[in-house]
Nanobody, 115 residues
Framework: QVQLVESGGGLVQPGGSLRLSCAVSTTFWRFKTMGWYRQAPGKERELVATLTVSGGTNYADSVKGRFTISRDNAKITVYLQMNSLKPEDTAAYYC?????????WGQGTQVTVSS
């Protein structure tokens, strides 16, 4: 059974940084495009960033230039480095394959950007 466990969220001031981690329970992800998603209160879940097996990346316009998605094959982990955080980045963040598989959603990690 595939498990994706997100961590690294927290409370940060505007302009601050956080690095999210997503630990994957199997190595299947090496052959999959991975994605980070987020869901703010009262809003639908949205795609934030994707990373292909060959290293290609794509970002939502709202985070372009501030967020960076990466992976560590040895640790079977996907990261999301978030810089210059804004209050509108406040959300629960999730990782999944892209396109997402419903059975793979984890608990997510909460990011709150507030002064």
């Amino acid at each position: 059974q595939v498990q994706l466990v997100e961590s690294g969220g927290g409370l940060v001031q505007p302009g601050g940084s956080l690095r999210l981690s997503c630990a994957v329970s199997t190595t299947f992800w090496r052959f999959k495009t991975m994605g980070w998603y987020r869901q703010a209160p009262g809003k639908e879940r949205e795609l934030v960033a994707t990373l292909t097996v060959s290293g290609g990346t794509n970002y939502a316009d709202s985070v372009k230039g501030r967020f960076t998605i990466s992976r560590d094959n040895a640790k079977i982990t996907v990261y999301l480095q978030m810089n210059s955080l804004k209050p509108e980045d406040t959300a629960a963040y999730y990782c999944n394959v892209y396109p997402p598989v419903n059975d793979y959603w984890g608990q997510g990690t909460q990011v709150t950007v507030s002064s």
